[in-house]
């Protein structure tokens, strides 16, 4: 039989065509994951957030019928973990464990980052909470209450140096944020991530330090540190006989929420249905009781979002912290 040329362009449109209608529903499905996942680390192995990490690490594999594989890369506040995942295919097989610091100040930190802290990332996942407390050595400043610790370093201008695990860390815009609005005047010392700068307080190195609940805990109760204040709007039940910052009623305390977060990032371009699948085992993750239990017991509280509602508090973390940074005149570069 001939077939005219005109005829077979004609076939060919139509089954093009059809190839076009199939094509986005087989995309909108994807069969992930097939291979490792890998959480990208941008802090050291043993700091507050690496230890929260691998509390999830084992149940999310389980989730995902794939292993889940940490690997760090550390320094310069997180950036150099960010910047590799910023650039990473956008496959799900390599993702961001990204923080407070990592996807809200360093942006209003570092103004010349190699991405966009918003734009260059999809929020997949919130993790947890996280409560800072004001740990002192009580060896180095003897006060029991934050009133006191006020007025002393209030008297003592420019004496007292407070540790951090790095420029721009949440640890140091908590205590940048306290002490602007109290009018403080100490000395910044960052170290290079949690346990060396709590190790510092300990050795009385350092006066004191805003870190993590979960990382001051075991020095708290051994006795070689004090805790003044916790710096979420609530008590922590961990701690209940910590008063919060905000009741303190010292002026410039009202309202005062410096809490930090934990989450999942995956690179823009990330299909919509890896992320909401991933979404769901996270959420499947910290809906299990055993692992909601050992947080809360660490001073954290379970964060649950969806992916809409996750980009809207980077959004709004982003916005404060450009905030807080302008307030107390911090600036990395």
């Given at each position: ?9 004609a ?7 059809a ?166 005047n ?26 993590q ?14 805790l ?76 649950i ?8 508090t ?8 450009a ?11």
């Amino acid at each position: 039989m001939f077939h005219s040329p005109f005829s077979r362009i004609a076939r060919r449109a139509l089954l093009l065509a059809a190839a076009s209608l199939v094509a986005p529903a087989a995309f909108s499905q994807p069969d992930w994951p097939q291979q490792p996942v890998t959480l990208i680390m941008g802090f050291p192995a043993g700091s507050g957030v690496d230890v929260v990490a691998r509390v999830i690490q084992e149940p999310l594999s389980k989730q995902l019928g794939k292993p889940v594989v940490i690997d760090y890369k550390s320094g310069a506040a997180g950036n150099i973990a960010s910047e590799y995942v910023a650039h990473a295919r956008p496959d799900g097989y390599t993702l961001s464990f990204g923080t407070a610091a990592t996807h809200g100040s360093n942006a209003a930190l570092y103004k010349k980052l190699p991405f966009d802290v918003e734009a260059d990332f999809v929020p997949v996942a919130p993790v947890l909470d996280v409560s800072n407390v004001l740990t002192i050595n009580p060896d180095v400043i003897n006060v029991r209450t934050l009133k006191e610790f006020v007025e002393l370093v209030k008297a003592n201008p420019g004496k007292y140096n407070y540790a951090s695990t790095g420029n721009g860390a949440g640890t140091h815009m908590a205590f940048a944020e306290f002490n602007s609005r109290l009018g403080l005047n100490m000395v910044h010392v960052p170290y290079k991530g949690g346990p060396e700068a709590i190790t510092s307080v300990v050795r009385g190195e350092t006066c004191c330090i805003m870190n993590q609940v979960q990382t001051v805990l075991p020095h708290y109760k051994a006795g070689k540190v004090r805790l003044l204040g916790v710096t979420t709007a609530a008590a922590v039940p961990a701690v209940k006989e910590v008063p919060t910052i905000a009741s303190s009623g010292l002026p410039g305390t009202k309202g005062f929420d410096s809490s930090i977060w934990f989450g999942i990032f995956a690179p823009k371009g990330t299909d919509p249905q890896i992320v909401d699948k991933l979404n769901a085992a996270v959420k499947a993750v910290l809906e299990t009781p055993e692992i909601r239990e050992r947080f809360e017991s660490q001073g954290n509280t379970v964060r649950i979002e969806s992916p809409a509602q996750f980009r809207k508090t980077v959004h709004d973390n982003r916005v404060k912290w450009a905030e807080v940074a302008k307030a107390a005149n911090i600036s990395i570069d």
